[in-house]
């Protein structure tokens, strides 16, 4: 007997892009993203205005998703969307969208944690791409979190350590814009990054205990260290800049691969996921590779376009839901500050 397709619309508004994915059981058949560059001219997200855009990208994006998937609507199994983390007016909107298409529709509502969505993002089928077997160390890395979680199932998950402070993302953000960088500064550092050299400038790694993290002072350092650079020679951050990106760069690499060493060491787990947006970054991606050669380590990288907020992501844990038969109810409601 052939088995029954699943069709799973996921929805992501957590934070400042628009995206809708469909998904036939695990293999993604659209996945379309809005983002907004209007954030560009004030570096950094501001909510209220990443929620007004979501309301306006919200219709448009999901029937583009719909009609690339190449299905109407009437075939759709369940609708997932993202729940938290995330702001809370981005959230509210892609929720509430959900909410009235899966009611309209008459068929299921799949709450989706937007952390959860990024470590699960592994399981999209794809050619030649490797799935981590359980058990396995997921480090996420984004702009608003930075976590290393044990991966025991897909929906049994334990957060061993993160940020007490900024996100890795926030740590490259606020030193681009010490450096009069553009927002988001991760890309424009890591390519710059690329034609420097990594020890030209040394920068303290910050000492926090156990598998926790902290970018806040390497913030602050940053910052000291440029006012007292330019105090002495006005043009030396235009002079020395790919330098400073590399060094800057090799100092964050530094400090998630050291926590990473010593989640290993403590769990004694060797495969190594990572996920969201930072690690798009390819000083980590290189890191993570000749970790596989030093340290014997399985490393999993998912593809660029799953790295960022995406709504391919949401999709596969609602088609890991639904095989559960774990639905929603019509009362769910956004959270900003979910937990795995």
């Not at 009069?180 to 991760?186: D, F, R």
């Not at 596989?292 to 844990?317: L, Q």
Request: with cysteine.
């Amino acid at each position: 007997m052939k088995k029954e397709n699943i069709y799973i619309l996921g929805i992501e508004s957590s934070c400042d892009d628009t995206s809708a994915a469909v998904l036939c059981n695990d293999t993604i058949l659209s996945n379309v993203v809005a983002d907004q560059k209007i954030h560009t001219e004030y570096g950094g997200v501001v909510p209220e205005l990443a929620s007004r855009a979501h309301q306006q990208n919200i219709v448009p994006v999901v029937n583009q998703a719909i009609e690339r998937a190449g299905i109407s609507k009437d075939q759709l199994s369940a609708i997932a969307f993202t729940r938290g983390p995330g702001l809370m007016g981005s959230l509210l909107v892609g929720t509430s969208f959900a909410k009235s298409l899966a009611f309209g529709l008459d068929i299921p509502l799949i709450d989706v944690n937007h952390m959860q969505a990024h470590i699960l993002a592994h399981f999209i089928e794809e050619e030649d791409h490797q799935k981590p077997p359980f058990p396995f160390l997921a480090m996420t890395i984004s702009g608003g979190h930075t976590q290393i979680v044990q991966v025991n199932s897909h929906f049994e998950m334990e957060v061993l350590g993160e940020t007490i402070d900024d996100a890795v993302g926030e740590a490259y953000d606020k030193s681009g814009k010490i450096l009069g960088l553009g927002y988001p500064a991760g890309p424009e550092i890591d390519k710059r990054a690329q034609l420097g050299n990594p020890k030209a400038y040394k920068f303290t790694k910050p000492k926090v205990d156990g598998l926790n993290f902290s970018f806040s002072g390497l913030k602050t350092a940053i910052l000291y260290f440029v006012q007292r650079e330019t105090k002495a020679n006005p043009n030396f951050v235009e002079e020395n800049l790919n330098d400073i990106c590399a060094s800057i760069q090799y100092t964050i690499i530094g400090i998630l691969m050291d926590k990473l060493k010593l989640a290993v060491k403590q769990t004694g787990i060797k495969h190594i996921a990572i996920g969201g947006g930072v690690s798009a970054n390819s000083g980590i991606r290189k890191a993570l590779k000749d970790a596989e050669k030093k340290h014997g380590w399985t490393t999993y990288i998912p593809k660029f376009e799953y790295t960022t907020d995406n709504a391919a992501m949401i999709a596969i844990v609602g088609y890991l839901k639904y095989l559960n038969k774990d639905f929603s109810d019509f009362d769910v409601m956004a959270t900003a500050r979910l937990k795995i």
